[in-house]
């Protein structure tokens, strides 16, 4: 699939003016200038997109969870699991980050981030040390840092779909133009598509930008897999920026071995939000042996946030000095829940399909047809439905390029069992 496919664009508007700056003005501004109408040549002076950050179109699942995140009782559509307490995580904390905590002071931070925070990420990746480590304000930070030092105006570059939105319009943004891969489906199964992506790598690609374990579908790579595709990426000079987020989540099967494991030049993202449940904190991280890489990525730094805020550092480093139990933790939590959802499903095939992924804290469910037509074959109304009748949210499958009738479960909160009473309750 080419740039122009990609289901995560909207369909180009008839008036040519697009819905924003970014959106399906981005391919008409690369292709002619003068394609846009005449008040939004007014709008925006004319710059080239992919050149800058303010041509990105608006990233549709936070704008969805900017509505509907934080009044709403029931969460069933998120990714970053059930979250701890300030107080829970200081409770893990050893003496000597304890009292680091209570003399904490409020200035600045070092930019490449905290030492004691970079060694418990490289703690993480086996042959990997702090040197190798950037800290960022969230693996969103840390995908931005890595594609803007890797990235050239003109790069092709290979992705997954569905995805994560940042996954193709950061890459975009920078000037690269994607081969989208899609992760195969089957009877609301989700398989990660090996052999499609190791035929997308080809002599000419620059980049091949990784989400396994992927959202949302939670599909997975084995590490065979994972191996044969950073042994073939080598091969063909093509870097790898592997989004991990999710590494360590996977369910009755192995984890695979991190890409910055298997070559010097990949780049690995990683997040406390996702495994260890604390998207609050904003730690998220780039490894990589490509010293000159993270020099750059470093020096980006300095334009976007500088540093990490140190309570977020000092209290990542707790979280990660304790990483096995806070990941247990988060793991069995998922067990339950699709335990609980696999019956839910069972009981109710009136409202939606769903199957237990590979991997991560989410995956795609369908609608169920009946349902579906009972509200005018409109999903946004059954979803709207859930939101104002049980408080239940759901994130929609377009937000990620997949289908209407779609939808992402997050089956990692606490509240789970309620969230499934109040939607069996409202139908
Ligand atoms: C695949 C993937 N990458 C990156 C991120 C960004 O993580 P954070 O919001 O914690 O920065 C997310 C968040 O949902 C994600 O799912």
């Not at 870097?239 to 991990?244: A, L, M, S, Y």
């Amino acid at each position: 699939m080419k740039i122009d496919d990609d289901p995560l664009r909207p369909a180009p508007d008839a008036s040519g003016a697009g819905p924003t700056a970014g959106g399906p003005g981005v391919s008409a501004a690369r292709s002619s200038a003068g394609a846009a109408s005449p008040d939004s040549v007014a709008a925006a002076p004319p710059v080239v997109p992919s050149a800058r950050l303010g041509g990105v179109p608006e990233f549709a699942l936070e704008r969805f969870f900017d509505r509907f995140e934080f009044d709403l009782p029931h969460q069933l559509g998120s990714s970053d699991p059930e979250t701890l307490s300030v107080t829970e995580l200081l409770a893990l904390a050893d003496a000597e980050l304890l009292e680091q905590w209570q003399r904490l002071r409020l200035g600045y931070r070092t930019a490449a981030g905290d030492p004691a925070l970079r060694a418990a990420i490289a703690a993480l990746y086996p042959g990997r040390t702090a040197d190798d480590v950037l800290v960022a304000v969230g693996a969103a930070e840390a995908l931005l840092l890595a594609c803007a030092a890797t990235i050239v105006p003109g790069d092709r570059a290979v992705a997954l779909t569905p995805a994560y939105q940042s996954l193709h319009e950061l890459p975009r943004a920078m000037g690269a133009t994607l081969d989208l891969v899609a992760v195969e489906e089957r009877d609301d199964a989700w398989r990660f598509p090996f052999e499609r992506l190791m035929g997308a790598l080809r002599p000419g690609v620059a980049l091949l930008v990784l989400n396994t374990p992927h959202n949302p579908t939670g599909a997975a790579a084995s590490p065979d897999e994972l191996r044969a595709i950073v042994s073939r990426c080598e091969e063909l000079g093509i870097r790898v920026i592997g989004d991990e987020v999710y590494r360590g989540l996977e369910w009755g099967r192995a984890t695979a071995p991190s890409v910055t494991e298997l070559a010097d030049r990949a780049v690995a993202v990683g997040v406390t939000s996702k495994v260890y449940g604390l998207a609050g904190l904003r730690i998220g991280w780039i490894v990589t042996g490509d010293h000159e890489l993270r020099a750059r990525a470093r020096a980006i730094k300095d334009y976007t946030t500088l540093c990490a805020a140190g309570p977020s550092e000092v209290l990542a480093t707790v979280a990660l000095r304790a990483e096995r139990l806070l990941r247990e933790r988060t793991r069995t939590r998922c067990e339950a829940n699709m335990v609980r959802l696999e019956a839910f499903v069972a009981q109710h095939p009136e409202l939606f399909a769903w199957r237990r992924p590979a991997a991560t804290t989410v995956s795609v469910a369908r609608l169920a047809a009946p349902l579906l037509a009972r509200h005018g074959g409109d999903p946004e109304a059954v979803l709207a439905h859930w939101r104002d009748r049980a408080g239940v949210v759901v994130a929609p499958g377009p937000a990620f390029g997949c289908t209407p009738d779609q939808f992402r479960v997050g089956f990692g909160r606490a509240d789970l069992p309620e969230a499934l009473e109040a939607l069996a309750a409202v139908g």
